[in-house]
């Protein structure tokens, strides 16, 4: 298995080095990650694209790219790697809106050929989608065991505009994967957030799908307002610095995290990157920079032990042949500011010695994130998911 990665600037417009056509084959996957702005000017995919016409090309938009331990806005960040013994297959499916998330997610499994299928990583859309909906529909398509993970496009802070590559262009409304296929697959995930919970648990009283009404019997919109004060004049975006930590009515499912997308100010509705089941309990969330930075380590620390590479230790010499692909949300890059690399090195500290490390920030994290190995929507949590073979 082979790796690389490489970058274009677009201040520049230019790539960082020759695009290495050589590795170009069916067994190579091509993963891309840039600004919003490629939309309009995408001349850098296109390239991109004809250098690696047998490749597996996937990519999408970003809250910031991450190439090694750095995270740039003006960059399409592009890691590869030339496999072995793995097969890949890429499927799409147009997303037609937030009622078409959970058949999107059962369009995209019923393409991949289940038959030595190991895992699957995903790419779609992030706006007007409920990305648990999505991801329900994927996994309940997949064989057992199949591993997945993947993440929602982002368009900075500004939530109008994401894109996903298809067919090497930059496209809106569509969701994407790669199969991955062969027993010589070795994956690993890790997931972790950093966040704590403050103020009085509050009861979800009316939703519908990823749109909360109301909490406790109130307008969902004006309770949060009252706790954001000044910042309620920034929404949606000041909602990254508080999210919620949502809890199923059942009791039996831990807590996940969830941000906002969108508001809308005449019903007082509040619209997330998942589900807001009714009968479910939220708490407001808060954090550090340094918290963020050790839940970073312990993804990249559970990442690495869960792939069981054969190299052995993390640190020893030979443990080239690894792609490490992060999706951290964009939520963790607002309270980091200046800081946000630290996470990013955090991770690349944990990886073997030669691993390939890339990735973006996101609208939303995919990824298992129990002893169960379900997938599941997050939001505030950095993962990492590292592909080897054996």
């Not at 993970?149 to 368009?155: H, Y």
């Not at 996903?164 to 062969?182: C, F, H, I, Q």
């Not at 909490?215 to 000041?238: E, F, M, T, V």
């Amino acid at each position: 298995m082979q790796t690389t990665h490489f970058q274009y600037t677009t201040a520049d417009s230019a790539w960082s080095s020759a695009l290495p056509r050589l590795l170009d084959g069916p067994q190579t996957l091509v993963l891309a990650f840039g600004p919003r702005a490629l939309l309009a000017q995408p001349s850098a995919l296109h390239e991109l694209a004809q250098a690696f016409p047998a490749s597996v090309l996937m990519g999408c938009s970003s809250a910031g790219a991450i190439s090694s331990g750095e995270v740039n806005d003006g960059s399409v960040s592009v890691v590869l790697a030339r496999f072995d013994h793995t097969n890949l297959q890429r499927v799409s499916t147009p997303l037609k809106g937030v009622g078409d998330s959970f058949d999107a997610g059962s369009r995209l499994a019923a393409q991949l050929a289940p038959e030595g299928l190991r895992a699957v990583f995903i790419l779609c859309s992030g706006l007007a989608v409920n990305g648990s909906a999505l991801v329900r529909g994927v996994g309940q398509g997949l064989p057992g065991g199949v591993k997945l993970s993947g993440g929602l496009a982002a368009d900075g802070s500004l939530f109008e505009r994401t894109w996903v590559l298809d067919g090497g262009e930059p496209v809106e409304n569509v969701a994407t994967a790669v199969g991955l296929y062969g027993d010589a697959l070795l994956v690993g995930h890790g997931c972790s957030g950093g966040w704590t919970e403050f103020g009085p648990e509050r009861q979800v009283t009316q939703s519908d799908g990823n749109v909360l009404y109301e909490l406790d019997g109130q307008p969902a919109l004006a309770l949060y307002k009252n706790y954001l004060g000044d910042l309620a004049a920034q929404l949606p975006s000041s909602a990254l610095l508080f999210p919620l930590a949502l809890r199923a009515s059942s009791g039996n499912a831990g807590t996940v995290v969830r941000t906002i997308l969108a508001v809308d100010e005449a019903s007082q509705a509040m619209v997330f990157a998942g589900d807001m089941p009714v009968g479910s309990t939220v708490r407001l969330m808060r954090t550090s920079v340094d918290n963020l930075v050790t839940s970073a380590e312990q993804a990249g620390q559970r990442a690495v032990q869960l792939l069981g590479h054969p190299g052995g230790d993390k640190k020893a010499e030979g443990a080239a042949g690894v792609l490490a692909v992060s999706v951290s949300c964009i939520g963790r890059r607002l309270v980091m500011g200046e800081r946000t690399e630290e996470e990013v090195e955090a991770v690349v500290e944990q990886l073997p010695l030669g691993a390939v490390h890339g990735g973006f920030y996101s609208y939303g994290e995919i990824a298992p994130a129990n002893s169960a190995n379900v997938a599941e929507l997050h939001n505030q949590t950095m993962t990492l998911t590292v592909f080897s073979e054996g």
